[in-house]
């Protein structure tokens, strides 16, 4: 999308910084003209505008939206959240907590399915030896 548009290229950084630029480019230069106008978005309004946004950090960003995954059951977002995450300082630990919080406030189903896909994902990113 941008040559020279600062707030895409703010995205951009953030997006490769938390998920890898490997995985990031691919995923932008993979995307068909139906998914190109999505992966614009994301790069520039959720991460370029509201992820680079003072006033929450990276770290405590990471936290909320995992929480919020949460509670729309969205594991397949989730799966991705947490490598950012894992990026932006969270601790297994505290991802181990959000499971347990998360059970009281968005339901025990809710939890049991982020906890499964965490788990996956924090071995899949080789974070499974701080569980």
């Known amino acids: 999308m941008s040559d020279s548009n600062p707030v895409y290229d703010a995205g951009l950084a953030i997006r490769h910084a938390m998920f890898g630029a490997e995985f990031t480019d691919k995923q ?7 998914v190109r106008p999505i992966q614009d978005v994301v790069t520039q309004q959720c991460f370029g505008e509201v992820w680079s946004r003072p006033g929450l950090d990276r770290r405590l960003r990471s936290l909320l939206t995992i929480a919020l995954l949460i509670g729309m059951g969205r594991s397949h ?13 969270v601790t297994v630990e505290e991802l181990r907590e959000l499971m347990r919080h998360a059970a009281v406030y968005c339901g025990v189903p809710a939890a049991v399915d982020a906890t499964y896909t965490t788990d996956a994902a924090l071995r899949e990113f080789g974070a499974e030896a701080q569980a």
């Open 77 to 89: 977002e989730l799966r991705w959240h947490v490598k950012g995450a894992l990026a932006n300082g």
């Open 28 to 34: 932008i230069a993979d995307a068909s003209d139906f």
